[in-house]
């Protein structure tokens, strides 16, 4: 029976895609320490979601989507490995790099692309072809990937769902002390 209380992962995927996005606009505009931290905020969230997505979302859509499946997943994932390799530039350049801004603008507009392709290709197929009680269930199941997910990019890693299992628990432990080092 759906529980129409409780969101689906698509619901989560579109509301993560969003607070994305949003953090993309303030980054723009924000100065200083608040920039610093509104990155840190990005960066975090994208981690953690693109290894949920990789562990959970891609492998049901492969087997959702049927036929084209394997085209329209492996093309997120090389997506994915790119931003993932961006983003851990941009976070060695640091935000008051003078390329900095220009770098991110290029990545904002990458990664939104990235997420209207998800919206438009995967997120529908993933709602005509899988169980909505399914659906709500993965929900569950993609927020308990995302603690356990690494909170930095670590492109060497790989986009596998394998490799987000074997590799994201134990790394995850180290980034979760870098950001407690930090915060604290």
Same mark, same amino acid.
């Given at each position: 029976?759906?529980q129409p209380q409780?969101? %689906? ?56 989507? +049927?036929?084209?499946?394997?085209r329209v997943v ?6 994915e490995a790119r ?12 935000? %008051? ?31 005509? !072809? ?47 002390? !870098?950001?407690?080092? !930090?915060? +604290?």
């Amino acid at each position: 029976m759906t529980q129409p209380q409780h969101k %689906d992962v698509v619901d989560v995927l579109l509301e993560q895609h969003q607070q994305i996005k949003s953090l993309f606009d303030r980054i723009a505009t924000a100065e200083g320490k608040q920039k610093q931290e509104l990155f840190y905020d990005l960066v975090r969230l994208l981690a953690v979601h693109e290894s949920a997505e990789e562990q959970i979302v891609h492998p049901e859509a492969r087997r959702a989507i +049927g036929e084209d499946g394997e085209r329209v997943v492996d093309a997120r994932l090389q997506e994915e490995a790119r931003a993932k390799r961006v983003l851990s530039d941009l976070y060695d350049l640091g935000v %008051d790099h003078p390329d900095f801004g220009a770098r991110l603008a290029a990545f904002a507009h990458d990664v939104v692309e990235h997420a209207t392709h998800e919206e438009q290709e995967e997120f529908p197929r993933l709602r005509e !072809r899988v169980d909505p009680d399914k659906l709500y269930r993965l929900a569950s199941v993609f927020e308990a990937a995302e603690q356990i997910a690494p909170t930095r990019p670590h492109p060497a890693a790989g986009e596998s769902a394998a490799a987000n299992l074997l590799l994201g628990p134990p790394v995850a432990v180290f980034d979760r002390i !870098r950001d407690a080092l !930090r915060s +604290g």
